[in-house]
Nanobody, 124 residues
Framework: QVQLVESGGGLAQAGASLRLSCSAS????????VGWFRQAPGKEREFVAG????????GYADSVKGRFTISRDNAKNTVYLQMNSLKPEDTAVYYC?????????????????WGQGTQVTVSS
């Protein structure tokens, strides 16, 4: 059984940093693309960042480019999302998810397994 668990969320002030982690059991993340998505209250879920199975290729939403960094440690079966210069508009529940191929990495419809999410709240 595949299980993804996000951690590292919390309350932060604008301008601060948080690092989210996505750990997996039942699946070797090294074989999969991992994406981070977020959903704010009353809004649709949106793509944040994605990383290829090798970690060589990454992609970001324009809204987080230059502030967020996705990385992976396949030895620990974990993917990270380093979030710097946080803004109140980054407030959302953040989810990690996996898919097999890089194609369509920004589309949530292509991901097969999802974590339960971790809340990030940024105060101004």
């Amino acid at each position: 059984q595949v299980q993804l668990v996000e951690s590292g969320g919390g309350l932060a002030q604008a301008g601060a940093s948080l690092r989210l982690s996505c750990s997996a059991s039942g699946r070797a993340l090294s074989s999969y693309v991992v994406g981070w998505f977020r959903q704010a209250p009353g809004k649709e879920r949106e793509f944040v960042a994605g990383i290829s199975s090798s970690g060589i290729v990454t992609g970001y939403a324009d809204s987080v480019k230059g502030r967020f960094t996705i990385s992976r440690d396949n030895a620990k079966n974990t993917v990270y999302l380093q979030m710097n210069s946080l803004k109140p508009e980054d407030t959302a529940v953040y989810y990690c998810a996996t898919k097999f191929s890089w194609a369509g990495y920004y589309s949530d419809t292509k991901y097969d397994y999802w974590g339960q999410g971790t809340q990030v709240t940024v105060s101004s």
